[in-house]
């Protein structure tokens, strides 16, 4: 009977311990998860707060929304051209607005248009003379500017380029990414110095932006073969 009382207690004393250690893990999990979500709630709001500065320090008429249908796009070897493209979007509406895919989402479209993802598309934004103008007052008074670090830059924001892409200003790469889920923020102070000053080529004044996407999938079948 002795030997069964203390088998027993043994037993409960594990119990209890398992217990303990499941509610620790628990608890662990839960802060751990917690102070993720407020790490990422940080860092979304330092982003935010940025832009939220450059807004407040920068005239609305300096702003320059690229969110508009004033886009075109092609693939790779140009078999596809497309105008009047809407941005922010995805190649897929374009695509089917212009008749060229049925619902991707209907039965087995979804493997039959398996070829746009391996293609590459790039798009590109020819801005106006308007535009061009404020781009050049904006640049000039950017040079005498030194009451704040903020000011004196030309920035490009990017809310989200799908992945791989290259981005060009009249053929003079200013960067490349290769995430999705975050914000870019390129500053094209010298990029435009050089246009200004005919070190790279602009035709007839001519600012053109060019986005140049590369095949996630190809890209990723690239990488793992390397």
């Known amino acids: 009977p002795l030997l069964h009382w203390e088998q027993e207690q043994s037993t409960k004393k594990t119990?209890?311990?398992?217990?303990?250690?499941?509610?620790?893990?628990?608890?662990?999990?839960i802060f751990s998860l917690l102070l993720l979500t407020a790490t990422a709630r940080k860092q979304g709001h330092n982003y935010s707060r940025l832009y939220s500065q450059l807004k407040r320090q920068v005239p609305a008429s300096s702003f320059i929304s690229l969110n508009n249908n004033n886009w075109s796009v092609h693939n790779k070897n140009n078999s596809i051209t497309l105008s009047n493209v809407a941005v922010p979007g995805i190649i897929h509406t374009q695509l089917r607005a212009n008749k060229i895919i049925s619902d991707p989402y209907y039965r087995y479209n979804v493997v039959e248009y398996r070829w746009i993802a391996k293609d590459d598309w790039t798009y590109?934004?020819?801005?106006?003379?308007?535009?061009v103008k404020t781009l050049r007052l904006t640049h000039e008074a950017n040079k005498y500017s030194q009451q704040n670090s903020n000011l004196g830059?030309?920035?490009?924001?990017?809310?989200?380029?799908?992945?791989?892409?290259?981005?060009s200003i009249n053929g003079k790469v200013i960067a490349r990414t290769d995430n999705m889920f975050?914000?870019?923020?390129?500053?094209?102070?010298?990029?435009?110095?050089?246009i200004l000053n005919g070190t790279v080529k602009s035709d007839d004044g001519a600012i053109t932006l060019t986005v140049a996407f590369t095949s996630a999938v190809n890209y990723a079948a690239q990488e793992q073969a390397n």
Do not use: P
Not at 124 to 131: D, I, K, L, N, Q
Not at 153 to 167: F, M, N, Q, S
Not at 183 to 193: A, E, G, K, M, S
């Open 182 to 194: 975050r914000r870019y923020i390129f500053n094209i102070q010298d990029t435009l110095d050089a």
């Open 15 to 29: 119990n209890k311990m398992k217990k303990t250690n499941f509610v620790l893990l628990v608890f662990i999990l």
């Open 153 to 167: 830059k030309t920035l490009l924001v990017c809310e989200g380029l799908d992945t791989i892409a290259a981005i």
């Open 124 to 131: 590109e934004y020819v801005f106006s003379s308007e535009e």
